[in-house]
């Protein structure tokens, strides 16, 4: 964990899990999962879990206190505990497992929509909007830590600033239920170009855009 000049925070090399950024969801309490949804719902938020070591955990426990105890002393119009009811990681239910952050980012503040999180390649490029981070690829994430009180309830978030993907895990199983038999063949396509027979594949980073950020300064990538 290392933490940045303006305050930001960036886990560099951890592995994603259920990594939900191309687009915001929510929890559907009738389906009993989390499902896309527009970025005014309830709810509505881009997030993504990942991987901490015991160390990155106890660095990232530290600094979630200092915000609190730092936010509770500025605020004079409210009563704040002694110690956060939430933060932004859990501990491992079993011995020898992970610790497991997490960063989120709602959809809307307001009425007004959040920008979607940063999603850049190694190289820095911009990937297209509609990229779908898996989960177990390894990433840098970039964040903000800051407490919040209702009154009810109070603890430290780490809001979503970005992730930079540095290994993407291929997608296992697809999104179709077939399996593999015996019959026709890709090989035998009756097309120009068939990648099967042996034509070379475009390069990944060929699909990425190349224009540079407008905040590629504030970027810690």
């Not at 960036?10 to 309490?29: H, Q, W």
């Not at 097309?191 to 540079?212: D, F, H, M, N, Q």
Request: aromatic share 10%; glycine share 8%; net charge negative.
């Amino acid at each position: 964990m290392k933490i940045l000049s303006n305050g930001d925070v960036l886990f560099e090399g951890v592995k994603a899990l259920y990594p939900r950024i191309n687009r915001t969801y929510k929890f559907d309490s009738v389906d009993n999962k989390t499902v896309p949804c527009d970025a005014m719902d309830d709810g509505a938020a881009y997030e993504t879990s990942f991987e901490l070591t015991k160390a990155e955990a106890i660095e990232m426990h530290k600094q979630c206190m200092a915000v609190f105890k730092e936010a509770a002393s500025a605020d004079t119009k409210r009563k704040w505990k002694d110690k956060p009811q939430y933060l932004p990681y859990r501990e491992p239910a079993e011995e020898g497992q992970p610790f497991v952050g997490k960063a989120k980012l709602k959809g809307a503040y307001g009425t007004e929509k959040t920008k979607p999180p940063l999603q850049k390649d190694a190289e820095k490029n911009a990937l297209p909007d509609d990229f779908q981070l898996t989960s177990g690829s390894t990433v840098n994430v970039w964040g903000k830590l800051f407490a919040y009180n209702t009154g009810a309830v109070s603890g430290v978030s780490l809001r979503l600033k970005g992730v930079q993907v540095l290994e993407l895990l291929e997608r296992e199983g697809g999104d179709d239920p077939f399996s593999a038999t015996t019959g026709f063949s890709a090989a035998k396509a009756p097309s120009e170009v068939s990648y099967a027979s042996g034509a070379p594949i475009p390069k990944r980073e060929e699909t990425l855009s190349k224009s540079a950020s407008d905040f590629d300064d504030e970027i810690p990538f």
